[in-house]
């Protein structure tokens, strides 16, 4: 089993920025993706963004298109999520995920094997 670890979270003013990591350990590291996920109080946790490791595909979700961007550094086993010109919605507790077997499905929470922790994102008007 893999584990993640996230960071970088914290608090922010609107339209500022935060990078989050996700840094992962254990096994033998070559996940078929991985994916960003965030959760609000009282709501369900929601699709963010999604990278293929193999070629860096990326997928997001429409409210952060443009805002957000999803990279990895493979060397070091890390995933990133680089939030710009962020918004009061945006705060959640942030978590990583991996999945390690091909599927179409990314945007699913349930299909993914390991999870990070969780970061707090807090975005102040």
């Known amino acids: 089993q893999v584990q993640l670890v996230e960071s970088g979270g914290g608090l922010v003013q609107a339209g500022g920025s935060l990078r989050l990591s996700c840094a992962a350990s254990g096994r033998t590291f070559s996940p078929y993706a991985m994916g960003w996920f965030r959760q609000a109080p009282g709501k369900e946790r929601e699709f963010v963004g999604a990278?293929?490791?193999?070629?860096?595909?990326?997928y997001y979700t429409d409210s952060v298109k443009g805002r957000f961007t999803i990279s990895r550094d493979s060397a070091k086993n890390t995933l990133y999520l680089q939030m710009n010109s962020l918004k009061p919605e945006d705060t959640a507790v942030y978590y990583c995920?991996?999945?390690?077997?091909?599927?179409?499905?990314?945007?699913?929470?349930?299909?993914?094997?390991?999870w990070g922790q969780g970061t707090q994102v807090t975005v102040s008007s």
């Open positions: 995920a991996a999945r390690n077997t091909p599927t179409g499905l990314l945007r699913l929470a349930r299909i993914y094997d390991d």
């Open positions: 990278i293929l490791w193999s070629d860096d595909r990326t």
